[in-house]
């Protein structure tokens, strides 16, 4: 996660942050089980704080990336809580374009479409809400929680995140990140690589902000998860019944083999729209496995019933 630092920050537990200390907590639902999960966790913590009133339910929408009808299941989740909810997207082509214009799809080692259509997006959504509260006569900088669903067990690289960080950038005011820039002007001046431990990331906090990042779920299994889903009654999408084992994009780049086919076989029309893309620009989806490739499985095979689930 960019600009992740951790801080040993008074009034910090080891697990539940100081909600009462954020003028604003952006909760990010995707529509999925996790976000789902990690909705109402933070709803649990929050009404114990009392400060159900600063949530807001943010979702990135990927437009025809993502599942059909994502975008009102999230909100349908926000409204049952009464939360308020907001939806961010990247200005300009959406993601099947995007990819086209670049000439390439992302993967694993170069996720651009996460920071384009979510990370960015979410971040013009900080700067609105300090816009608002600067409007109700707020002064100094404003501070915002930013809460996720991800979980260790998704992959190695989310096992390293750590459960509650600051979201760090050279122009962040704070001690910390003071701290670090200081290490790091040398460095700077001398055109030399700035060491690790006085990194200052590329955060979102500045000097009108300060974000830090929650995941409430982060240490959760899958079990924990569908167990809380279950029992707060909310209704989950449909690609769940159809057998995929998770609610990212159609089409995720690092999803199983399984999971691609059985997208393929519910959507074949977007799985036929990716391949067109690849034959243009002559770009794989994957080095492993081409468009094309998972549309004649999809077509040769009847509908698969075991959908693996993948690491991402």
């Given at each position: 996660m960019a600009g992740q630092l951790a801080l040993d920050l008074p009034g910090f537990g080891p697990e539940v942050p100081d909600l009462a200390s954020y003028h604003r907590i952006v909760?990010?639902?995707?529509?999925?089980?996790?976000?789902i999960a990690m909705l109402v966790e933070l709803l649990a913590h929050a009404e114990a704080a009392g400060v159900t009133d600063r949530i807001v339910v943010v979702h990135a929408d990927l437009g025809d990336a993502?599942?059909?009808?994502?975008?009102?299941?999230?909100?349908?989740?926000?409204?049952?809580?009464?939360?308020?909810?907001?939806?961010?997207?990247?200005?300009?082509?959406?993601?099947?374009?995007?990819i086209e214009e670049r000439g390439m799809f992302p993967d694993a080692e170069?996720?651009?479409?996460?920071?384009?259509?979510?990370?960015?997006?979410?971040?013009?959504?900080?700067?609105?809400?300090?816009?608002?509260?600067?409007?109700?006569?707020?002064?100094?900088?404003?501070?915002?929680?930013?809460v996720m669903g991800l979980r260790a067990d998704e992959s190695p690289a989310r096992r390293k995140l750590i459960?509650?960080?600051?979201d760090g950038a050279?122009?962040?005011?704070?001690?910390?990140?003071?701290?670090?820039?200081?290490?790091?002007?040398?460095?700077k001046a001398k055109k030399l690589p700035v060491p690790k431990h006085a990194r200052t990331g590329h955060g979102a906090s500045?000097?009108?902000?300060h974000v830090d990042t929650w995941l409430p779920v982060h240490s959760w299994s899958t079990d924990d998860v569908w167990r809380t889903v279950r029992e707060s009654g909310l209704r989950v999408h449909d690609a769940y019944q159809?057998?995929?084992?998770?609610?990212?994009?159609?089409?995720?780049?690092?999803?199983?083999?399984?999971?691609?086919?059985?997208?393929?076989q519910l959507q074949p029309k977007k799985a036929a729209r990716y391949a067109a893309v690849e034959a243009k620009i002559g770009h794989?989806?994957?080095?492993?496995?081409?468009?094309?490739?998972?549309?004649?499985?999809?077509?040769?095979t009847p509908a698969v019933a075991a959908v693996a689930c993948w690491e991402g």
């Open positions: 909760a990010n639902l995707s529509g999925g089980k996790d976000s993502e599942w059909e009808g994502t975008r009102d299941l999230a909100a349908e989740h926000a409204a049952a809580y009464g939360l308020r909810f907001e939806v961010v997207a990247r200005t300009g082509s959406g993601l099947i374009e995007r170069n996720r651009w479409c996460t920071s384009d259509f979510k990370r960015g997006p979410v971040r013009r959504l900080f700067t609105a809400l300090v816009r608002e509260l600067e409007a109700a006569g707020h002064t100094g900088q404003v501070r915002i929680l930013n459960a509650f960080t600051h050279w122009t962040c005011p704070c001690r910390e990140c003071r701290r670090r820039r200081a290490i790091a002007e040398p460095y500045n000097s009108l902000r159809a057998g995929m084992p998770r609610l990212s994009c159609v089409f995720c780049v690092l999803a199983s083999r399984s999971a691609l086919v059985r997208a393929a794989r989806f994957r080095l492993d496995v081409s468009m094309a490739e998972i549309i004649a499985e999809a077509e040769a």
